[in-house]
């Protein structure tokens, strides 16, 4: 599954888009904020110039805690709570009041689990699933997600990593057993600045030590393709992005992100 403009942008959160995943790191060791700065802010560009951005918010320790993504008038477009127990991330909300859908999380001998994820106000599009995590020693190696409303989606995902990035995904039908998707990926070696800031879930965004800059696609939805996306960085003195470019086949760069730092 290729990491496309809007599921890079948006943090998809079903099915075939949930296959990037996870880290070679502990599942809720207390968050890593060197050199004392956090994201505060990101701007994601539309093709036209215009944007949408994100803020985030953490607790003392670190631990992500909040994002609320907001159109270029600052009119709420999405939102996203992290619930923390005891330090391990026991609930992620998505909607505010009412809520629209959430992620539970289970633990057992201190590693994540099982994650359930139901929607509440969905009523033509419901998804209920839940992810099983596997592991060799801290890292996750498989996830299966069971579809809980129509199990013909229900897949697993297998993953290689490069240090403490992934660095493939092969993504299967669970009933079938035939491969539906498989995507490598490549990383610069400066720091992701949202890596290891909340539980350990299988998201990319916050699972991979540095920043992806390249995606192959050799299949997609059980098909042989030859897709790549090729992403490129500018930097502040600290390591960290300030922003972000999709280069297109004809070199062009494409705006991508900004990213806004704070110091604490």
Do not use: W
């Not at 880290?23 to 050199?35: G, I, L, R, Y």
């Not at 994601?44 to 320790?61: E, K, L, Q, R």
């Not at 909300?93 to 139901?118: C, W």
């Not at 129509?150 to 297998?158: G, L, P, R």
């Amino acid at each position: 599954m290729p990491i496309s403009r809007l599921k890079y942008q948006l943090f998809v959160l079903l099915a075939i888009t949930a296959m990037v995943y996870s880290c070679e790191k502990a599942n809720h060791a207390a968050p890593a904020t060197a050199s004392n700065i956090q994201l505060s802010e990101a701007h994601y560009y539309y093709p036209d110039g215009s944007f949408y951005a994100v803020n985030y918010s953490y607790d003392a320790i670190g631990h992500l805690i909040k994002e609320e993504q907001l159109n270029a008038g600052q009119q709420p477009l999405f939102f996203r709570q992290y619930h923390y127990q005891e330090n391990q991330l026991v609930n992620t909300q998505i909607g505010k009041d009412p809520k629209m859908a959430e992620f539970r999380h289970s633990y057992a001998n201190q590693q994540l689990v099982k994650t359930e994820y139901e929607e509440f106000q969905f009523a033509n599009a419901k998804q209920h699933f839940e992810r099983i995590y596997e592991y060799q020693g801290t890292t996750l190696v498989k996830i299966t997600q069971h579809d809980l409303v129509d199990d013909q989606h229900s897949s697993f995902s297998v993953f290689s990593y490069e240090g403490a990035n992934i660095s493939g995904i092969r993504n299967y039908n669970l009933k079938t057993g035939v491969l539906e998707e498989e995507v490598a990926f490549e990383y610069d070696n400066r720091k992701n600045p949202l890596y290891g800031v909340t539980l350990n879930t299988g998201n990319i965004r916050y699972a991979s030590k540095n920043n992806l800059i390249r995606t192959k696609t050799s299949v997609e939805n059980g098909h042989l393709v030859n897709k790549e996306l090729v992403y490129e960085f500018e930097y502040n003195e600290q390591g960290y992005p300030t922003k972000s470019y999709q280069i297109l086949e004809n070199g062009a760069r494409l705006p991508e992100a900004g990213f806004i730092y704070k110091t604490y």
